[in-house]
């Protein structure tokens, strides 16, 4: 019969009573002890609770070493962490076991506490450990991780990993009394470490988060059910034209200045749906925004907000309405010369009679093969700005020429267009041949007289410079036409671009010349810029090297 069952009931209620009243009192002494902080919040503040902790429990136990072991579920290890007592650095990189081995594995799986008086010859413990750690002696308990609810009551119990203490100070072993106080320690530094654990998770979580919503080149912009912005990315900022840190928390309605999109959050938020539009806004250039809104739900389904998300595609609207204004001027460029070739053969072939003498139809020859050079210019020029498009160098065909042949050359073709332009030519005698590409640099000069007599439609000048500097060459193509509005001087050079004015519309384009010119400079290795005024005329400026750098020639050559 034991000494409870002798007891009176109400003597054995108040002896449990004093128990509690006893333990109750341990396990606040022993945290008081202890000092565990309850929130850790951050992984250096974890690693300095732990420090102390780990030599509290050492003082309390009077033991020599302490260390944490937690389970890495990927290895399914036990691995010692640091901060540790009585090892060093080396010795608890090295210790790491199974779970299903030795004292550690036992104490992780049973979830149990246990004593070994003398390590050596137990047959439960790692030997190479016991050598490595100098343990004679030791107290294992396992790491619980409690998670209670409102009232208190423990819904979740895991074990995260062991708790050990080695060799017991003045040769004395480790007793029940030992157990009972490692066991409150270890389940307040387990609740530390699932809380720091979990809190620098999602730290870090947020953290990736952050710098993902930050890189990424669509604006983002959260509003919550409150109306209030919670986040708001660097993109979506810089798209609407707003301050990041005075918007957030801020109420939408009072940050969001874009009547149209305060007007896409309301409806989303309100009529909680998906909404997918494009939207015009002014910032202050007029934008395209491709806009789509999703409802955030948190675990239980509930909508706590509105994610809108901002993709900037005015670029990509403006080369769609480019694109549809090039195909209907390139029909209208094509259609010009075959009409005008169309026109010239028939009256030819109809003119059975001989009406026509020789000089008239010499001069209708010559025409005729004028459009025929125009049409395959053009034509040149399209296959070119596709191979430019797809992405392929454009091949250049390098040979030393002669610059001041090809000027002389493509002028004398121009001057057979017009009768309104008096054309110069200034390149000094000893102008240095060049290596370069022939056709390409004929097809360079002819695009810029061109345009030259294009957009000088009441005549004037046309003057061609050459000079050389510093290895380089360097030409100027000089009109007295309509010129180009400062804001355009290097747009010109963009595909499909076109200034739009009467004079520009009546001398016809396809806004693709600059553009191919551009690119066969650049392939040169060269670069070209233009300076203007309206109404003045244009400079157009092109600079090549005497001779490529070597990685050119081997690319194209
Ligand atoms: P286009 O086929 O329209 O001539 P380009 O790419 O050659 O195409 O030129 C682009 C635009 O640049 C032209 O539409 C015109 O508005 C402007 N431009 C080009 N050259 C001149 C020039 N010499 N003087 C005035 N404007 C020019």
Redesign the pocket.
């Known amino acids: 019969m034991s000494k409870d069952d002798r007891q009176k009931p109400e003597e054995q209620i108040r002896e449990y009573k004093r128990r509690i009243a006893d333990l109750e009192k341990q396990i606040s002494e022993t945290q008081k002890m202890a000092d565990v902080p309850s929130a850790v919040t951050s992984a250096p503040e974890l690693e300095h609770t732990l420090g102390r902790l780990v030599k509290k429990i050492a003082m309390i136990l009077q033991a020599e070493k302490c260390v944490f072991m937690l389970h890495d579920p990927e290895s399914g290890e036990l691995v010692a962490r640091k901060p540790a007592l009585g090892l060093i650095d080396d010795q608890i990189k090295l210790l790491r076991v199974r779970a299903t081995q030795g004292i550690s594995g036992e104490t992780f799986r049973e979830g149990k506490p246990f004593i070994v008086n003398d390590a050596a010859s137990d047959d439960r413990t790692v030997k190479e450990n016991v050598v490595i750690l100098g343990i004679k002696n030791l107290l294992t308990v396992p790491l619980v991780m409690e998670k209670r609810d409102e009232q208190e009551r423990v819904v979740e119990k895991k074990t995260i990993g062991v708790l050990h203490v080695f060799n017991k100070r003045f040769g004395a072993s480790f007793s029940e009394e030992d157990v009972r106080l490692l066991s409150i320690l270890a389940r307040q530094a387990a609740a530390v470490i699932a809380n720091a654990q979990l809190y620098i998770e999602i730290t870090e979580e947020k953290q990736r988060l952050e710098a993902t919503l930050k890189s990424i080149l669509s604006g983002i912009v959260v509003v919550g059910v409150n109306g209030r912005i919670s986040i708001l990315n660097d993109a979506a900022q810089a798209l609407l034209g707003m301050d990041q840190v005075r918007s957030i928390g801020k109420p939408y309605q009072e940050v969001i200045y874009h009547d149209n999109i305060r007007t896409l959050i309301e409806t989303a938020l309100s009529e909680r749906r998906e909404i997918t539009e494009e939207i015009e806004i002014v910032t202050p250039l007029a934008r395209v925004l491709q806009t789509q809104t999703a409802m955030v739900l948190n675990d239980d389904k509930e909508a706590i907000g509105v994610v809108a998300i901002f993709n900037d595609i005015t670029e990509i609207r403006n080369v769609d309405r480019m694109k549809t204004a090039f195909v209907s001027t390139v029909s209208h460029e094509l259609r010009t010369p075959l009409t005008s070739i169309k026109g010239f053969i028939s009256t030819l072939i109809s003119d059975k009679d001989g009406f026509f003498d020789g000089t008239a139809r010499m001069e209708f020859y010559q025409i005729i093969d004028q459009e025929c050079d125009r049409l395959t210019r053009l034509i040149s020029d399209l296959l070119n700005v596709s191979r430019i498009e797809s992405g392929r160098a454009l091949e250049i065909n390098w040979k030393q020429i002669d610059a001041r042949d090809i000027i002389a050359k493509v002028i004398s073709a121009q001057k057979s267009y017009t009768d309104k332009h008096q054309f110069e030519i200034h390149v000094p005698d000893d102008f240095p041949r060049i290596m370069a590409d022939q056709d390409k640099f004929d097809q360079i000069l002819t ?1 810029l007289l061109s ?2 007599v ?2 000088s439609p009441r005549g004037g000048t046309i003057s061609v410079k050459g000079e050389a500097v510093d290895g380089f060459v360097q030409f100027h193509i000089i ?1 007295q ?4 509005p400062a804001d355009k001087l290097t747009k ?1 050079f963009e595909r499909f ?3 739009d004015n009467r004079d ?1 519309r009546e ?1 016809g ?7 191919l010119v551009k690119h066969l400079v650049e392939a040169h290795g060269g670069s070209i810029w233009v300076d ?1 005024e309206i109404g003045q005329g ?1 400079n ?1 400026t092109f600079k090549m090297p005497v001779e490529p750098p070597q990685d050119l020639l081997d690319r194209q050559g």
Not at 481 to 484: E, K, R
Not at 509 to 515: A, C, F, Q, S
């Open positions: 695009n345009n030259a294009k957009y009109d036409g309509i010129g180009i010109v671009e076109r200034i520009t001398a384009g396809t806004g693709i010349g600059l553009y203007s244009s157009f």
